[in-house]
């Protein structure tokens, strides 16, 4: 089997599995994003997140269905969000609280060593300065093949402990000090975003 069947056989099984993420779809910031990379024949997204703006607490209770790794989600956001907000949800009683900005986020599966470079050209041009390429071999029916995987990722972020043992550590003014520079990066990283869809039409126009 070619390198080319075997990556249309893996894009096609991705689209026709379950998207396993918490909240179980793309987010709407970057769904435009998501469908004009899958629209092409050399690549396909296998994981994403637009950015967001977290409040989790560290619990030992067992929650599945609002859990990841060992932590409670208190508040999610992918849009820009307000200091009250934030500070209405902050009850030191259900675990040890902190905040958290992560910046956009998104894997691509690419056919070709070429497809990928160009994939990552885009992203480091739009600011997406710590992105990658990983070259993976994988077997076949016994045939060794690449799986190449596109990282799109930028190291801006915040992560700032809000309350320890069941007291609260910072006050409302605190709260509004790093919702204001969540937001500030929140806008930052949606201009990237652009930026970065702006450069992949443009350069597979010219491709």
């Known amino acids: 089997m070619s390198t080319n069947k075997i990556f249309s056989n893996q894009k096609q099984a991705a689209f026709a599995g379950q998207d396993l993420s ?22 396909f997204t296998t994981s994403s997140c637009s950015g967001r703006i977290v409040v989790l607490a560290d619990t030992p209770e067992e ?8 932590c409670k989600w208190v508040h999610v ?3 820009k969000c307000t200091c009250e907000e934030i500070f209405t949800k902050l ?10 900005f992560e910046a ?9 060593l070429d497809d990928a470079q160009l994939m990552l050209s885009c992203g480091v ?18 045939q060794e093949w690449p799986k190449i995987i596109v990282a799109i990722r930028s190291t801006h972020g915040i992560e700032a402990p809000l309350s320890t043992g069941g007291k609260l550590l910072v006050t409302s003014e605190y709260v509004d000090h790093i919702v204001t520079k969540a937001n500030m990066l ?12 702006q450069k992949l039409v443009q350069q597979i126009k010219v491709e």
């Open 22 to 43: 918490r909240k179980g779809s793309v987010d709407e910031p970057i769904k435009e994003l998501v469908d004009f990379i899958n629209s092409l024949e050399s690549y």
């Open 63 to 70: 929650e599945p269905s609002i859990q990841k790794d060992g």
């Open 77 to 79: 956001s992918h849009i």
């Open 91 to 100: 009850d030191p009683s259900i675990g040890d609280l902190s905040f958290k």
């Open 104 to 112: 956009f986020v998104l894997h691509v599966q690419c056919r070709t």
């Open 125 to 142: 041009q739009a600011g997406f300065r710590n992105s990658g390429i990983s070259l993976k071999s994988r077997k076949n029916s016994n």
């Open 186 to 197: 929140m806008d930052e990283n949606l201009k990237r975003i652009t930026r970065f869809h």
